[in-house]
């Protein structure tokens, strides 16, 4: 079970077999279910997600071929691991649902999205890497502009490392993908893209990419926040989440707005 130093929500463990693989997950909260994705460095627990699941009903899916489970050599593209982890979803039961992917997660959100459009409702990205503009990770490689603000983590083994590395590199492909890009500008769901001021690791710049991509998209700067950004500003990046699942297509950033300027 995950817990978090700031709150005493629980997340149960619990494991779902799909597409071959016994898949991980995180679950916790009743409600609309939102399913998180999480980025290359593998599945992190925060206080935005305690939050959310006071009002929702919260997995967190491990991705086959991260943390404890077998390297991953079966997913051979993005696509392939976005419908693996879309039919965990359906194995728990679930028809139609929220998506949160953040960075890698990010990108196989939105595979997901354009090849399951009705189980998917609204979708938020969070720093996705869907679009790069250098195959290079940054050095140094900065998740957050508060680490003081992070509950301890420990961190995986050097082994799990390098094969969640290997399997990122592998699916995260060209800097554009022709074939998703396509895909996204045909894709109605509405989208929520955020994107923290601070971020080096996918700069705030390439958000203008998914707003002219994307028909249904409300892109958010949300401000003194890096790559992570729901886990440098959680009480922000909640109020605005729960803003845009509960409107959708009314949903509105109110300029000035104290949530994501302060």
Known sequence: MATDSTTSKVFREGFVEADGFRVRYLEAGEGEPLVVLHGGGGLRHYTSHDMLAETRRVILLEAPGFGASPANERSETPADLANALAAAVKNLGIET???????????IALWLAVQHPDAVRALVLVGPAAIRLDQAPPNPFVLYAHPERQA???PPPPEVVEKQRA???????????EDLEARMAELSTPVLVVFGTLDTVMPPELGRHYKELLPNCNLVFLYDAAHEAD???PEAFVSLVNDFLGRHEVFVIKEGSDLINR
């Not at 649902?97 to 990108?107: C, N, P, Q």
């Open 97 to 107: 649902y929220d998506l949160w992917g953040t960075s890698f997660g990010g990108k």
């Open 167 to 177: 399997l990122t590199r592998r699916l995260l492909g060209p800097l554009r993908d």
């Open 152 to 154: 301890e983590q420990p």
């Open 231 to 233: 886990a440098d500003r």
